[in-house]
Structures are given as C-alpha cells and as structure tokens.
C-alpha cells in the first residue's frame, strides 16, 4: 500500500523559512519512473504546482516561484524535502506531496507519458503569520 | 508557462444528470491531461489522465475526451458522491506543470 505524509511547521512569521517534509511508503523513489510533487492550495482558492523530483533527481520547480523554492530526496528515509524561503502571508496554504509514475518516450523534447499523481499525502495546513 | 482555464466556475446539476466540464490550455498539450475530483476537507483524487484513462477504481461514468487545448469531463449520471470540485492538470514537456482553477459541480 502506498501512502505519503506531509510534516512540518503548522505556524511560521513572515521571511521565515518554511521546510517541509514528505515521508512516504510503499514504493521507493530509486525505482524507475516514480517522481514525488509538491501541490499547495490557499483555503477556498485553486491547487498550484510546486516542484517536482524524479527517480533520476530531476528537480522541477513552479515559474513564479523557482526563487524561492528546494526541493531534494533521502531515497534510503524514503522523504521528500521541499524549502520555501522567504515566507509572507500570501503562503498560507495546504500543502500536499503527492506520487506520480511515468516513462521518458522522447526524453530530448521533454516527451514524458504520465500516469498522473495517483496517490496523495492528507497535507499540511501552513499559516503565515507574526 | 502553460494556462489551463476551466469552465464554466460552477455547474449545478440535478442528480441523475449528465455534467460536462471543459478545460483549456493556452497551446496545445496534446493528450497530456488529467482530471482530479476534490471534496471539502480531502485531498484531490486522481480520475483520468492522458486525457481519456481512467485511474485504477474509478467509475465508467467519468469519462475524459479530447487533445491538443480543447478537453471535457464527462459525468454520465451525476450521483450525490460526486458534487465536489474537478481539476484539470497540464503535464505537457518539460515542467512546470499547471492546474486549472477549478469547477465546482454543486447540486440544483
């Protein structure tokens, strides 16, 4: 059975730096094709795209928000760390690890066949106050 | 970056009805989309994905169409299960990866 658990700071200040575990069982993120992502939704607003890490330590990260983000992997914990620095009020949000599965067919375009995230972590709540 | 844009915000749909769901992107992604289905309080769970599969468990009334920027959820028969919010997910190349922001499908 696969399952994900987000850990960390339920209350940081602003320009703090918020870091995030993700604990995960059931598959290991050495094996071929597995990659853990990182979601966060504001209360009552959209999901937004973090980062992603692959099998291969490909490290992925969100636009708006490369800057401030790290995300990297102890595959012999089994844990996904993501570092967010420079924390403000507009952070406040859940926070979901989630794991996906797939296969490079064209790996020089980026062409990546996806199975979707198709087991996610319950997330963690992270309010941004002083 | 990608933008996914989904339509419309809110349905309301009588059970037993069928909802239809859209979702756009802002270039094409051919077939690299999936759906995810959201309650209050849960995490999303994955429905579809490369536009038309259906994740492991999930009911044939959910069906997903479509390719390039132009996609739909299908819910054949709505039943109360499934009045929650539905995603659409871009993972198209090289990441980032978008969502859209959301339809709520709310009872009539």
């Known amino acids: 059975q696969v399952t994900l658990r987000e850990s960390g700071p339920a209350l940081v200040k602003p320009t703090q730096t918020l870091t995030l575990t993700c604990t995960f069982s059931?598959?290991?993120?050495?094996?071929?094709?597995?990659?853990v992502t990182w979601i966060r939704q504001p209360p009552g607003k959209a999901l937004e795209w973090l980062a992603r890490?692959?099998?291969?330590?490909?490290?992925y990260y969100s636009t708006s928000l490369k800057t401030r983000l790290t995300i990297s992997k102890d595959t012999s914990k089994n844990q996904v760390v993501l570092t967010v620095t420079n924390m403000g009020p507009v952070d406040t949000a859940t926070y979901y690890c989630?794991?996906?599965?797939?296969?490079?067919?064209?790996?020089?375009?980026?062409?990546?066949?996806?199975?979707?995230?198709?087991?996610w972590g319950q997330g963690t709540a992270v309010t941004v106050s002083s | 970056e990608i933008v996914v844009t989904q339509s419309p915000a809110t349905l309301s749909v009588s059970p037993g009805e069928r909802a239809t769901l859209s979702c756009r992107a802002s270039?094409?992604?051919?077939?690299?989309l999936a759906w995810y289905q959201q309650k209050p309080g849960q995490p999303p769970r994955l429905l579809i994905y490369?536009?038309?599969t259906r994740a492991t468990g999930i009911p044939v009334r959910f069906s997903g169409s479509g390719s390039g920027t132009e996609f739909t959820l299908t819910i054949s028969s709505l039943q109360s299960e499934d009045f929650a919010v539905y995603y659409c997910?871009?993972?198209?190349?090289?990441?980032?990866?978008?969502f859209g922001q959301g339809t709520k499908v709310e009872i009539k």
């Open positions: 989630a794991r996906g599965r797939g296969y490079y067919y064209h790996r020089g375009s980026g062409g990546y066949y996806f199975y979707g995230m198709d087991v």
């Open positions: 059931g598959f290991s993120l050495s094996t071929s094709g597995m990659c």
């Open positions: 890490i692959n099998w291969e330590d490909d490290k």
């Open positions: 270039q094409s992604v051919s077939s690299n």
């Open positions: 490369g536009a038309s």
């Open positions: 997910h871009q993972y198209n190349g090289w990441p980032p990866w978008t």
